[in-house]
């Protein structure tokens, strides 16, 4: 088992733990394109999957300027999150309500995210690495704002048209 016994190996295997999410990420987000109907959460998804090139870039940028070579390790929660994703898409359902299915799933990736670099930012910040640290709260404003912009789509019509879509099924009521 890694030893965790300084802050600096907890930042290196979280480090570690984020890499290997966004790269789970990277590959999912083409489908949950594919998958979306809205041309503006198709075009948020696409935008965040160039954006999340980025971030792989800079996390192996922060993992040089620490000194460690660039290696993940693999992320649980991530693969759990996003297994509940596919799932959903795999379901049959009405386009609308899938839509909003996908600003949830997308939005619980993106929290996790949140979660990942605000402590890495702080550890960073923490044991000195000035650089690592601006790195990394780079990337944590760009998930929130996409985070934000998830909210925004939602809110702008996607929620509203999901629950719409059903309504008249249930003739009984
Ligand atoms: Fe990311
Ligand atoms: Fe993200």
Redesign the pocket.
Known sequence: MAKLSSLDDLLVHELQDIYNA?GQ?LKALPKMAKAATHPDLKAAFDEHRVQ?EG?VRRLEQVFKLLGHPVKGKKCEGMAGLLDEGKKTMEQDADPAVLDAALIAAAQKVEHY?IASYGCLRTYAEMLGYTQAAQLLQQ?LE??EAADKKLTEIGESGVNQAASAAGVGADEEE
């Open positions: 966004e990420i999340t971030q995210e990337t760009e998930e």
